[in-house]
């Protein structure tokens, strides 16, 4: 990479960090702004004032909101989370419960998602105006209006209600053969891949298209390239970053899916764990899930950005 591109590249890192600071701002705003009292949820009605006021001490509640923010920053900085103000946990440990749960869902939907929407998008490419063409766009168009709740709810009534051949629940703590892990992840990973391989196929396809359209694929044409050949070895290569960035723009939609899926199925992962939280006020569970979140959005649209850098030197002017 040259000075320019090393340049770029850091410039898109330090604009995430910014962005990652304000958005610690926005979550410690939000959370705070809560109704009701965390301390009051703990001890419930029949608490006293004198309890309330020390539990509040406890938690630091009574200090200046500043103050406050400044300190969770400091232990986001540290690693240090605090503790789960309903069971007196460390945060960090109930996270690291349900992490690789999250890490597994979604790398599940990835390993799924990715080669059938770019499959899908570059034959809908090579075909475009075809029947097939056709069917791919209603079909992807059709499945991104659709919300996932109601795809979740639909797959509920016909593979567990209707067929019983999958359970409604999800449950990963007695996984043992394939089998067993392809019932509990088969709903789950097929309501997150509808939405996005049906925005990942799309965007593929159009990417592909743009270089379809170009004077250098028209000169193969006329030189007797064969059409999958002409795709693969001269379109495809010069597609890769805007595809890439589709990939990556599409993955980073999926954390928000994620939230509704798992509280659907009852997943066990970190969405499950921030919903559960927000229903009992626990503040310091709901900032970190909500912060680890944002951080990994953060990450894959970087990523794509510095994807576009590398693929395409126009962008380095």
């Not at 965390?38 to 309330?52: I, V, W």
Request: proline share 5%; aromatic share 6%.
């Amino acid at each position: 990479m040259n000075g320019t591109t090393v340049r770029l590249v850091l410039n898109r890192l330090g604009v995430a960090v910014l962005t990652l600071l304000a958005v610690s701002l926005v979550i410690f705003t939000i959370t705070n702004l809560l109704p009701g009292d965390a301390a009051q949820q703990l001890l419930g009605q029949d608490s006293t004032p004198e309890l309330l006021a020390a539990l509040r001490i406890k938690f630091g509640l009574d200090q200046p909101p500043y103050l406050r923010y400044l300190h969770w920053l400091f232990g986001l900085l540290t690693g240090s989370l605090g503790n789960a103000m309903a069971n007196g946990l460390p945060v960090a440990e109930l996270i690291g419960r349900r992490l690789p749960n999250s890490l597994m869902l979604a790398a599940a939907t990835t390993a799924v998602s990715v080669p059938l929407a770019l499959t899908i998008g570059i034959l809908s490419a090579m075909y475009r105006g075809s029947l097939f063409d056709r069917i791919v766009n209603v079909a992807t168009v059709w499945t991104v209006s659709v919300p996932e709740f109601l795809i979740a709810t639909v797959a509920v009534l016909i593979f567990a209600v209707k067929l019983r051949w999958l359970s409604a629940l999800s449950r990963t703590d007695d996984i043992a053969t394939l089998g067993q892990f392809l019932k509990a992840y088969a709903m789950p990973v097929m309501t997150l891949c509808c939405a996005v391989s049906a925005q990942m196929a799309r965007m593929t396809r159009a990417a592909v298209i743009d270089q379809l359209n170009l004077s250098y694929i028209e000169m193969a044409r006329l030189k007797g390239v064969r059409p999958i050949r002409m795709v693969l070895t001269h379109a495809l290569p010069n597609a890769i970053g805007p595809i890439v960035n589709a990939v990556a723009l599409s993955l980073a939609y999926l954390i928000g899916g994620v939230i509704i899926v798992e509280s659907i199925f009852n997943y066990p992962g970190i969405a499950s764990l921030m919903v559960d939280s927000v229903a009992m006020r626990d503040i310091p569970v709901v900032q970190a899930c909500a912060i680890l979140c944002c951080a990994g959005y953060l990450v894959l649209l970087t990523l794509a950005d510095v994807c576009a850098i590398l693929a395409n030197p126009r962008l380095r002017k």
